[in-house]
Structures are given as C-alpha cells and as structure tokens.
C-alpha cells in the first residue's frame, strides 16, 4: 500500500541517521488510524511482519511494539487494526521469539503484558480483575501463551522492566487455581535450569532474588484460594 511504500522510504532514507521517533511514531500512528476506521482493510499477518522487518533497530522496535499494542485492541474511537488470529499470530512469532528482551523499553513491554494477559484470557487459561485488566484474578494452567518469554524477560531485561515482569511471572503461579507439587516444581526448575549454566552467571542474583520471593510467598500463605495448604510439603534449600 502507499503507507507501506512511504515508510519503507522512510527507513531507507534514514539508515545513515540516528531513529527519531517523532518522525516514526506518526506514520505509524497514521497506518494504526487508516487500518483502524476502514472495515475492509484490515492488516493482515505479512502485513505487520513487514512492518516489524523494516523496524529493526532498539529504538525502532520500541515503536513497533507500541503500535503493535495499540493496533491490536478496539478503543473508543478505533477498531483493532487486525483480527485475533493476526494478535496470537504477531505474538508468537514476533514478540516472544523475535524481541531482545536485555533492550526493551517500558512501552515495549506494556505490549508484551498486554498480549500475554488478553491472549491467554481469550483462550480462558486466565482470568483478570474486572476493575483493572492488568490485574490476574486466577490462573487455571500454565500451559499459557508466552509464558517462556515472560520468564525471559523477568531474567534478562532492565532492572526497571524486570521488576515489573517479576510481578507478573510470580502472580500467575500465586494465582493457580490448583496448586500442586509439579506447578511448584515448574516455577524451580526453570530457576536452576539458569542457574546450572555457567553462561548465565550474570542472571544468578535475579534468578536468586525470583526464587526468595516465590519460596516466601508460598510459605507465606498468600496463594490464591488458599492454594499454598495443597499438596505435599515442599522444602527448597539454597
């Protein structure tokens, strides 16, 4: 389309130049509000794996991420600029598998969040707050989209990004619906799976500090529903 074609000319006339986001953000701004007010253009997969492709620097991926969290929802005054299948589609594929988590971005990662919890709520593996969306009310598998990525990003990505996507990872094993040994066994063996490779050295104090707070809510008793009085006892030493 002429959008595309404006900004791939765009990027290529900038490739010798630091990004600038004033510049990038409102054309994809202006892709989000043609693709979000027509009923037959919707972007399709390719589409928005093109756009991705053209965005691959840090500061240009940061935007693509914000339009990708802003083009997949319907708000007041926009359509989603895709359907569902291209949500799950963008997800899987371009945000877990294709984003370096060491450099995302606040935006980036409200992106992230918003998908994993929107996605895994559609699929009813999770259900949120009513009074706030962000908020996980129950978990009822762990079997859920992006779950891997989160534990990425909860290990590698900024301290300020981490704490945030710490809070998330340790929510939805606090929040299981049925807690037994093996979701406790999950939670600790993906700790020491980073913990046992030496290349990982320099993620062993946020591993450690992951596994303080998951030992200390468990035992704690703050699991939803009471889920820390089921199963058998675990005792985890360090």
């Known amino acids: 389309s002429l959008l595309f074609r404006e900004l791939a000319a765009y990027q290529k006339r900038s490739r010798e ?29 390719p589409q928005v794996g093109e756009i991705w492709k053209m965005l691959p620097r840090p500061e240009e991926r940061e935007e693509c991420l914000q339009f990708l969290s802003s ?22 594929e371009l945000i877990c598998k294709e984003t370096d988590f060491r450099l995302l971005g606040t935006a980036g990662f409200q992106c992230f969040r918003t998908y994993f919890l929107g996605l895994n709520k559609h699929d009813q593996n999770l259900v949120t707050v009513a ?38 990872l340790l929510s939805v094993y606090e929040c299981l619906e049925t807690t037994t040994v093996e ?10 799976a980073r913990l046992s490779d030496p290349d990982n050295a320099s993620l062993y104090p946020r591993c450690l500090q992951l596994i303080t707070a998951f030992v200390s809510s468990s035992s704690s008793g703050t699991l ?15």
């Open 17 to 45: 130049i630091p990004p600038n986001a004033t510049r990038l953000g409102p054309r994809l701004h202006l892709i989000r509000v043609v693709h979000g007010t027509s009923r037959t253009l919707e972007l399709s997969g």
């Open 71 to 92: 083009a997949g929802v319907r708000n007041k005054n926009l359509a989603n600029a895709f359907n569902l299948d291209v949500c799950f589609e963008a997800f899987n």
């Open 131 to 168: 009074s706030n969306l962000h908020d996980i009310m129950e978990v009822r598998t762990l079997k859920l989209n992006g779950l891997d990525a989160l534990w990425k990003v909860t290990v590698e990505s900024s301290d300020v990004i981490a704490d945030e996507a710490k809070r998330l």
């Open 183 to 192: 979701t406790h066994t999950d939670f600790l063996d993906r700790i020491f």
């Open 224 to 238: 939803a529903h009471g889920a820390s009085g089921r199963g058998k006892p675990l005792t985890v030493k360090i």
